[in-house]
């Protein structure tokens, strides 16, 4: 069974940025759309991007900025000028294999534990 390794997560002070990462257990990173969602307390889960296998995405939305480091097996998500507001469990998903950015939270087959990501002074 595909396991999904989030890491990159922590405590930012407000206007810093991060780097999150996530990584397959066996290495078949490549073949999967993958989709980096967060979900703060009390608040539904939020999708903010997604990457096509081949690479194809809208890689940037406002602050945030999805990226493939096949060599790596990684997807990554990068946030700017983090806010208080950005705190939140972000975690990554993929679809089944070689299928493309689905557009919704049910087609998403295998999750991530996710990072906790805390925007505090």
């Known amino acids: 069974q595909l396991q999904l390794v989030e890491s990159g997560g922590g405590l930012v002070q407000p206007g810093g940025s991060l780097r999150l990462s996530c990584a397959a257990s066996?290495?078949?990173?490549?073949?999967?759309?993958v989709g980096w969602f967060r979900q703060a307390p009390g608040k539904e889960r939020e999708e903010i991007l997604c990457?096509?296998?081949?690479g194809y995405a809208d890689s940037v939305k406002g602050r945030f900025t999805i990226s493939r480091d096949n060599a790596k097996n990684t997807v990554n998500l990068e946030i700017d000028n983090l806010k208080p507001e950005d705190t939140a469990v972000y975690s990554c998903?993929?679809?089944?294999?070689?299928?493309?950015?689905?557009?919704?939270?049910?087609?998403?087959?295998?999750w991530g534990q996710g990072t906790q990501v805390t925007v505090s002074s």
């Open positions: 990457i096509s296998s081949s």
């Open positions: 066996d290495g078949t990173l490549a073949r999967y759309a």
């Open positions: 998903a993929v679809p089944p294999p070689y299928y493309a950015c689905p557009g919704y939270v049910a087609a998403y087959d295998y």
